[in-house]
């Protein structure tokens, strides 16, 4: 599969000024990130001259090893592709140039490279003498990578990482101004910068809103000023696409005309995306309602791999082709309400709409059939076009057209309002025909009115609001809850661990530091690592932290481990908070989230395919500690939840610390904040990577308390997206009160044999 992947973006011009007939040089870094090797044949193309794109070049179209830094780019390999462009002749003007990567076939495929400039007359751009210049470097996209799509009307940050080049230190004078493009996104027209030293990097911030829904995505360049007003350094850019709205369903909005992917060839061809891409549209839809997200485009290069009778037919997709793919999605037919429609393949059914709403409320999927000009005899060969139903809206339905990807009444649009009829005539006259696809991961959709999100004084394990527990995200290949145990505290687990682990515990968490051997000792199908470092009142840099825990994470993913937890309960002083004089690493969640984001990125650069997870918080009010050997100061985690929004969103998954004493806190406090995190982060696999009670005062006996575990393992089971639960610990010194073991002799505490 062919598959593209925007980098950065380099040139030596100014783009907002760039003089009339100058000729410069444009660098785009792409990386291939699909499974095929670039090399003869495949060839970089200008597109989009029929929407304004100006060619800027002396051709069209060159072979990609004329313009490229490397002659075969395999995939994973990131290559630079420049292009020596003149600026048009005529000063004043805007102008934009599109390009794509094309294979041997003349499939255009994934990201456009592009630039926009300004052309203005030849002046002087010597700058004034005796000044030191104040000079910037993009270095990352910390938020938002571009080409993200993102719902309508919803709030957002978007952040660089840039460095200071220049010889002069940022201070408050300096700001971030808005250069041009879609001006919506961002309220304010300037912005402040943090103070940068030459040398230092920063993060560049701008809170966005993400405008009205449409097929063109939403592009706005910025520029630093210095404190005279002069611009300076590399220009930094946002470029969203913007979905439409649809609360409730849980699904994401697509469409066929996006131009990501419109002029792309759908199936083995002739016709394109946008001409006859409605149904893989909906295909798409449908499984980002049951947490597969895939895009149109990357469903249709899915769907080109399978075997004659299972993807495509030319440019046709077979109505079974999504399960032949996903496992848990079945097929149950092509219906027409009229013996006649005009819709070939179908069973007649004289009740189907009392079937489509039956489905609907079982939380299965409904695509039907309808004529693009319902005005004139149907035609369909020429006017056959699927829509997406959402739901039942009175005497209506409500769907997504894939056609711009918004909800509309279906009456409206595709009624045949040519005669007075019945509404259940009028839609029996819209639906040419339906069809019907069910799926494991369906819930049944039940009108619930979510009351306001709980106001804690205390601030104490506030985390989400109350409503239904749904799971939207990636499949968990164990289809339940693992019942897990935490490995010993000093990181080097020993024989008596294995002892009363194995053969009991479905999975380990593991600590980074365990070696090949240990782990391997471990007779479990699953390990969960906590990336592990000491900040103990100390500042460490987020490289720092991600070169210290690198050797061991090459390591452990030579053994199989692929889920890494990035540290551990970032709200305590000593790990890492800084408060009441501690030294630390950040302030609150907010601070946090961007070390996170960033740590984030710099593992993923190093190993793609693992999984990073934001980290399990201490849960309660804001206070000071004394657990076991450690002590010192505990932000709420509902407040460091809240700034740590971010991170979260970032994140491939989440892990959640809940400690209870009675029988009654396991079915309450514990269980509840789990079902707070299901909740708020319905796409988010969860891991509750510690549990237990703590015992103080070793006032309940062993068999209680493993009476205790077992049942909070039992309700961890009932919540979706549930992955492993980690009972803590199995072993350690100072932790002989929640240990599974004694640390003396090796001999077990009596809990476990309770806990099965």
Request: net charge neutral.
């Amino acid at each position: 599969m062919d598959s593209a992947k925007f980098v950065n973006f380099s040139s030596g011009q100014d783009l907002d000024q760039v003089p009339a007939g100058k000729v410069f040089t444009a660098v785009w870094r792409v990386r291939n990130a699909g499974s095929t090797t670039w090399g003869k044949g495949y060839k970089v193309v200008h597109i989009h001259a029929d929407e304004g794109s100006t060619l800027m070049t002396e051709k069209a179209s060159y072979p990609l090893a004329e313009v490229a830094s490397l002659a075969t780019v395999r995939p994973g390999d990131e290559v630079e592709i420049s292009l020596q462009m003149t600026a048009p002749a005529q000063a004043g003007k805007r102008y934009f140039t599109d390009w794509q990567l094309q294979n041997p076939t003349g499939e255009l495929f994934d990201e456009i490279i592009w630039l926009r400039l300004v052309t203005t007359k030849p002046q002087d751009a010597t700058p004034p003498t005796g000044l030191r210049e104040s000079n910037s470097q993009y270095i990352d996209d910390d938020t938002i990578p571009d080409g993200t799509p993102m719902e309508e009307g919803t709030a957002f940050v978007k952040n660089w990482a840039v460095k200071n080049t220049g010889k002069r230190k940022w201070n408050k004078a300096y700001r971030l101004v808005f250069v041009n493009g879609d001006r919506e996104m961002s309220g304010s027209m300037t912005h402040t910068v943090p103070p940068a030293a030459p040398g230092e990097e920063v993060i560049l911030s701008i809170p966005m809103t993400v405008p009205p829904a449409r097929n063109e995505p939403y592009i706005s360049s910025w520029r630093l000023h210095d404190d005279r007003n002069v611009p300076f350094g590399d220009h930094f850019w946002v470029k969203i696409f913007s979905t439409a709205k649809i609360d409730g369903f849980g699904i994401q909005p697509y469409s066929q005309n996006d131009p990501r992917w419109k002029n792309n060839i759908l199936g083995q061809g002739p016709r394109t995306m946008s001409e006859f891409g409605c149904l893989v549209t909906c295909f798409a839809m449908m499984l980002s309602k049951y947490g597969e997200n895939v895009t149109p485009w990357e469903l249709n290069q899915k769907l080109r791999q399978r075997p004659s009778g299972q993807g495509f037919d030319g440019s046709n997709v077979f109505f079974v082709a999504p399960a032949f793919l996903i496992d848990h999605i079945k097929f149950f037919g092509n219906w027409k309400p009229r013996p006649e429609t005009g819709a070939t393949f179908a069973q007649f059914d004289p009740n189907l709409i009392a079937r489509i709403d039956q489905e609907l409320q079982n939380g299965q999927t409904v695509m039907v059939q309808v004529d693009r000009n319902p005005t004139n005899p149907y035609n369909i060969s020429v006017e056959q076009h699927w829509v997406y139903v959402l739901g039942r809206q009175g005497q209506d339905y409500l769907i997504l057209d894939p056609i711009d990807g918004r909800p509309v009444s279906l009456l409206a649009k595709y009624g045949m309002q040519t005669r007075a009829q019945t509404s259940a005539e009028a839609l029996k006259q819209a639906i040419k025909s339906a069809l019907i696809y069910r799926s494991s991961r369906a819930k049944v959709r039940v009108p619930v009115q979510e009351p306001d999100e709980a106001v804690d004084e205390s601030g104490a394990s506030d985390i989400g609001p109350t409503g239904e527990l749904v799971y939207t995200g990636p499949a968990w290949p164990f289809k339940r809850c693992l019942k897990g145990v935490h490995d010993r505290a000093n990181r080097h687990p020993l024989q008596a661990d294995y002892d009363i682990v194995n053969g009991r515990f479905e999975t380990v968490k593991v600590m980074s530091g365990i070696t090949v051997e240990e782990l391997n000792k471990y007779k479990v199908p699953f390990f969960l690592c906590r990336l592990f470092e000491s900040w103990n009142g100390r500042h460490v840099p987020v490289e720092d932290f991600v070169n210290t825990v690198a050797t061991d994470i090459a390591r452990l993913v030579n053994a199989g481990v692929e889920y890494f937890e990035f540290h551990n309960e970032p709200n305590l002083t000593h790990e890492g908070l800084m408060a009441e004089g501690v030294k630390g690493s950040w302030r609150n969640g907010a601070e946090f989230a961007q070390y996170f984001i960033r740590g984030r990125k710099l593992l993923k650069a190093r190993f793609p395919n693992i999984k990073v997870g934001f980290p399990g918080l201490s849960p309660g009010p804001d206070a000071k500690y004394q657990f076991g050997p450690d002590s010192g100061f505990r932000m709420n985690d509902r407040d460091f939840l809240e700034g740590a929004k971010l991170a979260m969103r970032a994140a491939d998954f989440l892990c959640v610390h809940a400690y209870y004493i009675s029988m009654e806190e396991v079915r309450t406090d514990a269980i509840e904040l789990v079902k707070r995190y299901r909740r708020r982060f319905p796409d988010k696999l969860i891991f509750v990577s510690e549990f237990s009670n703590p015992n103080p005062q070793k006032k309940f006996p062993a068999a209680e308390m493993g009476k205790q575990a077992k049942e909070f393992y039992r309700l961890c089971n009932e919540i979706p997206g549930v992955g492993a639960a980690y009972y803590f610990i199995v072993s350690g010194s100072g932790w002989d009160h929640q240990a599974l073991r004694r640390d003396a002799d090796g001999r077990s505490l009596g809990m476990v044999e309770t806990m099965f």
